[in-house]
C-alpha cells in the first residue's frame, strides 16, 4: 500500500524513507532540553555514575558511530571519543584532569541557539548555553552541536563541542 501510495503522488520509497528520518527544529530543540535536564539529574542523582550512563546512552550517537566530542573543560585530553572518556568527563573518573562536569550540580541548563540548521536526517546548532548553579551563579558556555537519527529515530549527538568565551585578561 505504501509503495502504491508513493508512486501514485510521484515519490519514490527513497524519497519516502529519507524525509520519514528527517530531524525536525523542535526535535533539536527538545533534545537540546532534554540534554539539559539530563546534567542537572547526573548532579542530583544518588547514583551519579549510572545516570551519566544513562545520559550518555540516551543523548550521545556512541553505540551507532563517531562522535566528535570536544567539552568545556578538557585541555589536556581535548577531545572525547569514546563512551568511557566522556563519561569521565561527566562525572570525573579516569582522566586526571577531569573533575566531573555534572557533579557541579547545576539546577537549570538554558540554551540560546544562534540558529539550527536542518539538513534531511541530520542538524546543527550553534549558540549558548547557560548553566546555572545551586548558589545562583549563571556560567555561560559557547556551543556547536551536531545531530543525526539513530535506528529507532531518537535524535542523537555526533558532534559536541562547547567552550568557554574568549576573555582578553
Known amino acids: ?5 508513493a508512486t501514485a503522488i ?3 520509497l527513497f ?14 530543540e527538545a533534545a537540546q532540553q532534554a540534554w539539559g535536564n539530563g546534567i542537572v539529574t547526573i548532579g542530583a542523582a544518588e547514583d ?11 543523548f550521545y550517537n556512541f553505540g551507532e558511530g563517531t ?23 561527566f562525572i570525573g573518573q579516569d582522566m586526571e584532569e577531569d573533575g566531573g562536569f555534572a557533579l557541579a550540580p ?24 547557560y548553566f546555572t548553579k545551586t548558589d545562583g551563579d549563571v ?4 556551543y556547536s552541536f551536531g545531530y ?12 559536541h563541542h562547547s567552550s568557554l568565551p574568549f576573555n582578553p585578561e
Request: glycine share 6%; charged share 25%.
Open 1 to 5: 500500500m505504501k509503495k502504491v501510495l
Open 10 to 12: 510521484g515519490l519514490s
Open 15 to 28: 524519497s519516502a524513507t529519507v524525509s520519514a528520518a528527517a530531524i525536525t527544529t523542535k526535535e533539536v
Open 48 to 58: 551519579p555514575r549510572a545516570a551519566a550512563i544513562a545520559h550518555i546512552d540516551k
Open 67 to 89: 562522535v566528535l566530542f570536544k567539552p568545556t573543560l578538557a585541555s589536556v585530553d581535548q577531545f572525547r571519543g569514546t563512551h568511557k572518556e566522556a563519561l569521565s568527563y
Open 106 to 129: 547545576y539546577t537549570n541548563v538554558r540554551w540560546e541557539n544562534e540558529g539550527i540548521i536542518t539538513d534531511g536526517d541530520s542538524a546543527m546548532s550553534m549558540g549558548n548555553y
Open 139 to 142: 556560567v555561560k558556555v559557547e
Open 148 to 159: 543525526v537519527k539513530d535506528d529507532e529515530g531518537n535524535v542523537k549527538i555526533n558532534l
